[in-house]
């Protein structure tokens, strides 16, 4: 009973570290800033693309003078043949942001428009707690990393969610 104990003691202490902070780090010069006329899809997009070496995808950004929704930026995805998760708006499921910031991969996300006709917005999911979460917001000029409790993102979030895959992340699936 003892040894039992204490192996699950070592085996939650050994593990602790990992399910505390897993959060994706993304360099500041993979950060893309937003741009007229409302890019931020556009730059999350890219913002991962930078992160992950994908350089299909870089310049993205500038070459989508617009902008985006769902749809451009899956068929850009699709065009590009990188391989991806996608989440729909609607759906609520937190399991795809668990994955991509337990496997550093990180998710472009969509939040829904403050008011009707308004837009919505969309960010770079980088980490992901029981009770917090961060993302790069492209309409931050110097690029920081916001923290929100996960409360206040699960209300924000519309349930869309872009996750670029990692080649050596498939092919361990």
């Known amino acids: 009973m003892v040894k039992q104990i204490l192996s ?14 897993a959060e994706v780090k993304v360099p500041a ?3 893309i800033r937003n741009r007229p006329p409302g890019r931020c899809g556009w730059c999350s997009l890219e913002t991962l693309a930078r992160h992950h070496k994908i350089e299909v995808l870089y310049g993205v950004t500038e070459q989508n003078a617009s902008r985006c929704d769902v749809t451009n930026l899956e068929a850009t995805v699709v065009d590009a043949d990188v391989s991806y998760r996608i989440q729909y708006a609607g759906y609520r499921s937190q399991a795809i942001l668990r994955y991509a910031v337990q496997h550093s991969l990180g998710a ?3 939040f829904r428009e403050l008011y009707p006709g308004a837009g919505g917005h969309i960010v770079t999911l980088i980490d992901l707690t029981e009770d917090s979460v961060g ?3 492209p309409n931050d000029a110097d690029g920081r990393t916001r923290r929100m409790t996960l409360d206040r993102f699960l209300h924000w979030w519309d ?7 990692n080649t050596s992340v498939a092919a361990a699936e």
């Open 135 to 137: 993302v790069i917001d």
């Open 8 to 21: 699950c003691t070592l085996t939650f202490l050994l593990l602790l570290p990992g399910a505390i902070r």
């Open 29 to 31: 010069a993979c950060r």
């Open 108 to 110: 472009v996300v969509g």
């Open 159 to 165: 349930g869309f969610a872009l996750v670029l895959e």
